[in-house]
């Protein structure tokens, strides 16, 4: 299941859904792919904490990982460019002295953002 013990069922945010118990995240219908189950977790805990910024030691404590701050930098990386190569836009912003934030954009009536 990943980190939690117990999660949501399911998870909405503006057209970001998260099915944790499948591992599965879609943008509008569309899957996110190759998370893997790191990625998955690490966006599963931004949306969880949506709109609001995380630290990277709140996330080095929550995904367990027992290296060093760049190891969130580089999942952080990671998740950033899975999201830029299937759907263009930057979803993981950087917050400085604070951490990460997920960045949902809005689309409009249009069906562009």
């Not at 990671?78 to 604070?98: I, S």
């Amino acid at each position: 299941m990943g980190v939690w013990e117990k999660r949501a069922c399911f998870a909405y945010l503006v057209g970001l859904e998260l099915d944790p118990d499948r591992g599965t995240a879609f943008w509008n219908g569309r899957t996110i792919r190759d998370l893997g189950p790191r990625l998955f977790d690490m966006l599963y805990l931004l949306m969880e904490n949506s709109p609001h910024p995380i630290s990277g030691r709140r996330i080095m404590s929550a995904l367990r990982l027992e290296t060093r701050d760049s190891e969130v930098y580089v999942l952080a990386s990671r998740l950033r460019a899975r999201l830029r190569r299937d759907f263009g836009g930057d979803f993981v912003a950087t917050v400085p002295n604070k951490g990460y934030r997920l960045d949902v954009p809005v689309l409009q009536a249009t069906g562009q953002r």
